[in-house]
């Protein structure tokens, strides 16, 4: 099961992030795969390095902060076996 978390205070960009987070799902046909959290702890958000929201973590990896990925980005991040972490471009960063 994957865990699928949007980092922010529900506003309408964190909104729109679990939007794309549930097209890639549906797309990929992982729905009953994943579980889609929405974290609005601003400690929490703050412990896991996110300053600028929304955040989006898979599997406790943040892939991408301060920005709304598309559906395409959030399936690409899906596919990977491990989730890497992405830069403010959305580009998977190898470890």
Known sequence: MRIIEVLGSGCP???????NVHQALT???LEDKAEVHHVTDWAEIAGRGVLSTPGLAIDGTV??????PTPSQVADWLRSPV???????G?????
């Open 63 to 68: 892939v991408s902060t301060g920005r709304i």
């Open 91 to 95: 580009q998977i960063a190898s470890r």
């Open 27 to 29: 797309e990929l046909g």
């Open 13 to 19: 960009n964190c909104q729109a992030v679990e939007r």
């Open 83 to 89: 989730a890497g972490v992405a830069d403010v471009t």
